[in-house]
């Protein structure tokens, strides 16, 4: 019974430590993580915008040779 009683407080102060670590490094990354993503999804608009104008241009290119 005392050796389950030991081993379930190691596993407490591991875990701890563990979750410690984990806001330490979160810390230090999650300005760099969050600003990666926010770039992704700035480039994921322009990119669907470009291809929207693409799309566009190509279907006016398309009528304009209908109407010949």
């Not at 330490?24 to 322009?46: K, T």
Request: glycine share 4%; hydrophobic share 50%.
């Amino acid at each position: 019974e005392m050796l389950r009683s030991l081993v379930g407080s190691e596993m407490c102060i591991r875990d701890r430590l563990l979750g410690q670590q984990f806001i330490d490094w979160w810390e230090q990354y999650s300005s760099l993580i969050i600003g990666f993503v926010v770039a992704l999804i700035i480039l994921s608009v322009l990119y669907n915008k470009a291809k929207a104008k693409k799309a566009k241009a190509k279907e006016a290119e398309a009528e304009a040779i209908e109407s010949e």
